[in-house]
C-alpha cells in the first residue's frame, strides 16, 4: 500500500503504521484521516495481519492532534463533517478485529491523544506528552476525546484535562491509567513489537473474541454482558485453535495455532 502522509509495512503478521508528516508534528488533515481510513479497512479483511503498531515518525510527536491550519477557515457544517470523519476512522480503529497497539513516540494531543485512546493498549515513550489542549483553540475534542477519556481514566480526571487543557507527561498518564506502560524512546518500538509478537503467538479467534468481548461488555449491564462473554467463550470451542490449545497443554507440548 502506497499513501502521501502515511509509512505502512509488515511482516510476520505484525502491520506497522506510521503517520508521516514530521514538519507538522504528524498533525491529522482529511487527507492523513482518509489514508488511515483506507488502510485499516484494507488490514480489517487481511487475515495475514494478526496485530497492528500504529505510531508517528520522527522523535518529537505521535500526533499533535487535528491539523488546526486545515481547521482555521471551517464553518459549522465543514467542522461537524470533519468531526464525523475523525469518528469514522477511529471507531474502525477501535472495531478492528485485529488488536492495535499505540507505541506514543512524543506528543499525543488532542486528536493525537484521541487516536492513542482508539487503540487497544498504549505504550508511551518517557519523553511522550498527553493532553487534550482543545480549549485552547475555543473548541472542544471532536474525535472522541470527551468519550473515551472519561471511559479510560474517569469522569473527574477527563474534565480536569479536558477543561483545563493541560499537558500531561508519560508518568503521570501512567499512573492515572491512560498508558499501559512507560519506556525509554529508544526501546518503545522493540516493546510494542515483543508485545505483538507475544499476542500474534496465541489462538487468534481467541484474541479477537476476547478484544470484542471487552469492547461490547463495557457498553452493557452486567447481565448481559455475562451472558454476552458466555456466548463468546462457547464460540472458542468451535475452533480448531480451542482442540489444539486444549490438546496442547494436556500432551505438554507447545500449542501450534492456526487461528481457526
Ligand atoms: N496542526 C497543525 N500544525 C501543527 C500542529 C497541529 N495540531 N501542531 C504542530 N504543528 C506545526 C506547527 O505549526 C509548526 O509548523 P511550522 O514549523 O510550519 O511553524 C510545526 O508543527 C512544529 O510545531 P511547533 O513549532 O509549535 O513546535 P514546538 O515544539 O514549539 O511545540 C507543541 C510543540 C506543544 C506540540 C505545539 O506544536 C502545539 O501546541 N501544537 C498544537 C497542539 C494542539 O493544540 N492540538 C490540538 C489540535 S485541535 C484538535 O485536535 C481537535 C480535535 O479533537 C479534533
Redesign the pocket.
Known sequence: MEFNNLLFEASEGIATLTVNRP???N?LNEATLKELQCCFAGIQNDPGIKVVILTGAGE??FV??????A?QSFDALAAREF?RL?HAVFNLIERLPQPVIAAVNG?A????C?LAMACDIRLAAENARFG???V??G?I???G?TLRLARLVGKGRAKELILTGEMIDAREAHRIGLVNQVLPPGELLESAVKMAKKIASKGQVAVRLGKEAIDNGLEMDQDRAARYEAELFGLCFASADQKEGMAAFLEKRAAHFRGR
Open positions: 514538519k507538522a508534528l498533525a518529537k510527536a499533535a492532534g487535528a491539523d488546526i491550519a481547521m468531526a475523525g506528543f494531543l488532542g486528536g493525537g484521541e487534550q489542549p482543545e485552547n483553540l473548541v475534542p471532536g474525535f476525546g
